[in-house]
């Protein structure tokens, strides 16, 4: 018996690189309207020309129809008082935009290359109404269609698969039983359920649909001018295209795709566009944060024409906090020995550890203030802080050594910078995911001692408690506390960031000079816990979605806000992951501290009923995580005590 291998088209072997289809039709508009055709804008455009669409099926009697472009096009003629010459040249466009659109998928093609080693014969089954030469054309161009193949199409045959009527057309021209015939598709009515109830067997691929951060970000497609739609075409490819080896790295590949990228491209994208604005010439990105926003970059930048460098830049809070120490004042010991907000176990050996010291080497000074060696790994309170702060503020010795010590330390930091390039007076930027400015403050200090102005700096956002230095304050990205502006509540982002913005390398604790050329000193060669946990799943499919999305105009693209629908996809992930994601995501080792000094703490763990009932284990833990791994009672629980805490923060809010 002769076998033949069937195919759906789209989303199977070929895909678009927005998310809907019909958030094509606001591209389209665009480039109607920026040739002049037409004098509606692109988002009223797209909105005539879907319905257009919808009505013609309607008029026609439904999907068992012949409606074809054309037809679609005579409707939206009518609608927008377009004549037929016009109409013409609205159908090119559309087919060469389909054209430019149009991608081969990996898995698709895949399996139309080894149907060609099994089968007699390869068919292709498209309910769409474009016409068959050109989806043929298609089809021939990804080098998908070979002589000999054929190709159904349901305008054509006024029968849809989606009714199941356009099968038995098929069937009777191949001259073949439905037994004969596997097709494959991704769409469960149309490809699976209507094609088996015709007797054939079926293959699905509904991975090849967008999943629910796709389809969030498709959502915002209008609010962004069609950006976010070919963000979620990009996710999707990226998503398609890199294979995973199990389930956790399938939730890590999904996760990054959906929801780590959006965030990073449009925070690069601002970023390339700022440094257009301000002619800046060479941006770095600061380690380690920056080693997944530099692989982005790298991608964006030729897109959006940005021609400057772009380069990476070995920093750290323990490697420049000290060399930018030029004196000692409040500011200072309150960034290296703060009362509140550090890391959750402050103690005498950690602070000494920032100034570059052991405690044993001011072991008297110690003793005289209050803190004798037993008590030097103990966690330290906020008045123990401020104590240790005075110790320091009122020994002028103690102070003069700690100043030699940054002063030794700012040298090997201004080689390096120069080594660098960041020594000219050409206008430079750097990138970095805090709050706290502590980096921008303490390069910029460095700097001064060099006589260089302070650099552009692009963070994440700024903490209110953020004072001025004397060099102003960054750009804020998310979020500004000082001037109120911005996503100033945005619970979990930062932690998510940082947890994705990482590096393969161990944090950077200093410099060294190495053969005459200064080296970054890492605490360790690799981030071995990081890279175990599967970070590079993570930064491979964040740069794969860069590499496939599609800028179609880079003025418009640059000026588009992606913040709101990156926020609101990181929040469908953060308030309400499946189980699966908050177990790959959940043992993420965060670290917290400085450096050499920092601690790993899981993200989310499985919690039990006493567990439930007390405080979180760390500032960082990730709530709806751990809801998602523990049991009904502990979940319970777990959600009760989240609710009673915002009640509690409304009422504040409201008295206050």
Same mark, same amino acid.
């Not at 809801?627 to 777990?638: D, H, I, N, W, Y």
């Given at each position: 018996?002769?076998?033949?291998?069937?195919?759906?088209?789209?989303?199977?072997?070929?895909?678009?690189?927005?998310?809907?289809?019909?958030?094509?039709?606001?591209?389209? $508009?665009?480039?109607?309207?920026?040739?002049?055709?037409?004098?509606?804008? =692109?988002?009223?455009?797209?909105?005539?020309?879907?319905?257009?669409?919808?009505?013609?099926?309607?008029?026609?009697?439904?999907?068992?129809?012949?409606?074809?472009?054309?037809?679609?096009?005579?409707?939206?003629?009518?609608?927008? #008082?377009?004549?037929?010459?016009?109409?013409?040249?609205?159908?090119?466009?559309?087919?060469?935009?389909?054209?430019?659109?149009?991608?081969?998928?990996?898995?698709?093609?895949?399996?139309?290359?080894?149907?060609?080693?099994?089968?007699?014969?390869?068919?292709?089954?498209?309910?769409?109404?474009?016409?068959?030469?050109?989806?043929?054309?298609?089809?021939? /161009?990804?080098?998908?269609?070979?002589?000999?193949?054929?190709?159904?199409?349901?305008?054509?045959?006024?029968?849809?698969?989606?009714?199941?009527?356009?099968?038995? !057309?098929?069937?009777?021209?191949?001259?073949? &039983?439905?037994?004969?015939?596997?097709?494959?598709?991704?769409d469960r009515n149309s490809d699976h359920k209507s094609a088996k109830k015709a007797g054939m067997k079926t293959t699905l691929l509904d991975h090849c649909n967008l999943n629910r951060?796709?389809?969030?970000?498709?959502?915002w497609s209008f609010d962004t001018d069609g950006l976010t739609s070919l963000l979620a075409g990009a996710s999707r490819l990226a998503r398609i295209e890199i294979g995973t080896r199990?389930?956790?790295?399938?939730?890590?590949?999904?996760?990054?795709?959906? @929801?780590?990228? &959006?965030?990073?491209?449009?925070?690069?994208? *601002?970023?390339?566009?700022?440094?257009?604005?301000?002619?800046?010439?060479?941006?770095?990105?600061?380690?380690?944060?920056?080693?997944?926003?530099?692989?982005? =970059?790298?991608?964006?930048?030729?897109?959006?024409?940005?021609? $400057?460098?772009?380069?990476?830049?070995?920093?750290?809070?323990?490697?420049?906090?000290?060399?930018?120490?030029?004196?000692?004042?409040?500011?200072?010991?309150?960034?290296?020995?703060?009362?509140?907000?550090?890391?959750?176990?402050?103690?005498?050996?950690?602070?000494?550890?920032?100034? #570059?010291?052991?405690?044993?080497?001011?072991?008297?000074?110690?003793?005289?203030?209050?803190?004798?060696?037993?008590?030097? !790994?103990?966690?330290?309170?906020?008045? !123990?802080?401020?104590?240790? /702060?005075?110790?320091?503020?009122?020994?002028?010795?103690?102070?003069?050594?700690?100043?030699?010590?940054?002063?030794?330390?700012?040298?090997?930091?201004?080689?390096?910078?120069?080594?660098?390039?960041?020594?000219?007076?050409?206008?430079?930027?750097?990138?970095?995911?805090?709050?706290? =400015?502590?980096?921008?403050?303490?390069?910029?200090?460095?700097?001064?001692?060099?006589?260089?102005?302070?650099?552009?700096?692009?963070?994440?956002?700024?903490?209110?408690?953020?004072? !001025?230095?004397?060099?102003?304050?960054?750009?804020?990205?998310?979020?500004?506390?000082?001037?109120?502006?911005?996503?100033?509540?945005?619970?979990?982002?930062?932690?998510?960031?940082?947890?994705?913005?990482?590096?393969?390398h161990g944090s950077v604790v200093g410099y060294e000079d190495v053969g005459g050329r200064i080296a970054a000193q890492l605490a360790e060669p690799t981030n071995a816990a990081v890279?175990?946990?599967?970070?590079?799943?993570?930064?491979?499919?964040? /740069?794969?979605?860069?590499?496939?999305?599609?800028?179609?105009?880079?003025?418009?693209?640059?000026?588009?806000?992606?913040?709101?629908?990156?926020? $609101?996809?990181?929040?469908?992930?953060?308030?309400?992951?499946?189980?699966?994601?908050?177990?790959? *995501?959940?043992?993420?080792?965060?670290?917290?501290? *400085?450096?050499?000094?920092?601690?790993?703490?899981?993200? =989310?763990?499985?919690?039990? @009923?006493?567990?439930?009932?007390?405080?979180? &284990?760390?500032?960082? *833990?990730?709530?709806?995580?751990?809801?998602?791994?523990?049991?009904?009672?502990?979940?319970?629980?777990?959600?009760?005590?989240?609710?009673?805490?915002?009640?509690?923060?409304?009422?504040?809010?409201?008295?206050?």
């Amino acid at each position: 018996m002769r076998t033949v291998a069937s195919f759906d088209i789209f989303d199977t072997v070929l895909t678009r690189r927005v998310g809907d289809p019909r958030a094509a039709f606001l591209l389209l $508009g665009r480039r109607l309207s920026d040739k002049g055709l037409i004098g509606v804008s =692109a988002e009223s455009f797209a909105r005539h020309r879907t319905a257009a669409e919808v009505r013609s099926f309607r008029n026609a009697g439904g999907l068992d129809s012949d409606v074809s472009i054309g037809r679609i096009y005579a409707e939206l003629g009518s609608s927008l #008082g377009i004549g037929p010459s016009s109409v013409d040249k609205f159908i090119e466009e559309e087919l060469d935009l389909e054209s430019d659109l149009l991608v081969p998928l990996k898995e698709g093609s895949d399996r139309v290359a080894e149907a060609r080693q099994h089968a007699d014969q390869v068919v292709f089954v498209s309910d769409m109404y474009l016409p068959s030469e050109f989806l043929k054309e298609q089809l021939f /161009r990804h080098n998908l269609f070979e002589y000999g193949d054929q190709l159904f199409v349901s305008n054509e045959h006024a029968k849809s698969k989606a009714t199941g009527k356009l099968w038995p !057309d098929v069937l009777k021209e191949l001259a073949v &039983p439905p037994s004969a015939v596997v097709h494959t598709g991704n769409d469960r009515n149309s490809d699976h359920k209507s094609a088996k109830k015709a007797g054939m067997k079926t293959t699905l691929l509904d991975h090849c649909n967008l999943n629910r951060f796709e389809s969030e970000l498709e959502s915002w497609s209008f609010d962004t001018d069609g950006l976010t739609s070919l963000l979620a075409g990009a996710s999707r490819l990226a998503r398609i295209e890199i294979g995973t080896r199990n389930e956790h790295e399938q939730a890590l590949r999904d996760v990054s795709a959906g @929801v780590v990228a &959006p965030f990073v491209v449009g925070n690069v994208l *601002w970023v390339l566009n700022r440094a257009l604005e301000d002619d800046i010439k060479k941006i770095y990105f600061i380690a380690r944060d920056g080693q997944v926003l530099l692989d982005v =970059a790298r991608e964006l930048a030729p897109k959006v024409g940005y021609t $400057g460098e772009l380069r990476y830049l070995y920093g750290s809070r323990q490697a420049w906090t000290l060399p930018g120490m030029v004196e000692i004042n409040d500011q200072v010991l309150t960034t290296i020995a703060p009362s509140s907000g550090d890391v959750d176990n402050v103690t005498v050996r950690l602070i000494a550890h920032r100034f #570059g010291i052991e405690p044993e080497y001011i072991e008297t000074e110690l003793v005289e203030a209050g803190f004798p060696q037993n008590t030097w !790994d103990s966690q330290l309170t906020a008045a !123990d802080c401020m104590r240790l /702060r005075d110790m320091i503020r009122n020994d002028d010795d103690l102070q003069t050594m700690l100043l030699s010590i940054a002063a030794e330390q700012r040298s090997l930091m201004l080689r390096y910078l120069d080594q660098e390039g960041m020594l000219t007076d050409e206008p430079i930027a750097i990138v970095d995911q805090g709050t706290g =400015a502590t980096l921008f403050n303490a390069l910029s200090s460095v700097l001064a001692t060099a006589d260089q102005d302070p650099p552009h700096a692009f963070y994440f956002g700024v903490r209110s408690d953020v004072a !001025d230095q004397g060099h102003g304050f960054p750009e804020a990205y998310v979020r500004d506390e000082h001037n109120g502006t911005g996503f100033l509540r945005t619970p979990g982002l930062l932690t998510m960031v940082e947890m994705a913005c990482t590096a393969d390398h161990g944090s950077v604790v200093g410099y060294e000079d190495v053969g005459g050329r200064i080296a970054a000193q890492l605490a360790e060669p690799t981030n071995a816990a990081v890279v175990s946990w599967g970070f590079e799943v993570v930064r491979r499919t964040v /740069r794969q979605v860069a590499r496939e999305l599609r800028i179609e105009s880079p003025a418009e693209s640059m000026a588009v806000d992606l913040r709101p629908s990156a926020i $609101g996809v990181f929040e469908s992930f953060w308030q309400n992951p499946t189980r699966a994601e908050a177990l790959a *995501w959940g043992r993420y080792p965060f670290e917290d501290g *400085w450096g050499a000094d920092s601690v790993s703490l899981p993200l =989310a763990q499985k919690q039990g @009923v006493r567990a439930a009932v007390r405080s979180q &284990p760390h500032r960082h *833990w990730w709530k709806a995580g751990a809801q998602a791994l523990s049991g009904p009672v502990p979940r319970t629980l777990l959600r009760s005590r989240e609710e009673a805490k915002e009640v509690v923060r409304k009422a504040r809010r409201r008295a206050s």
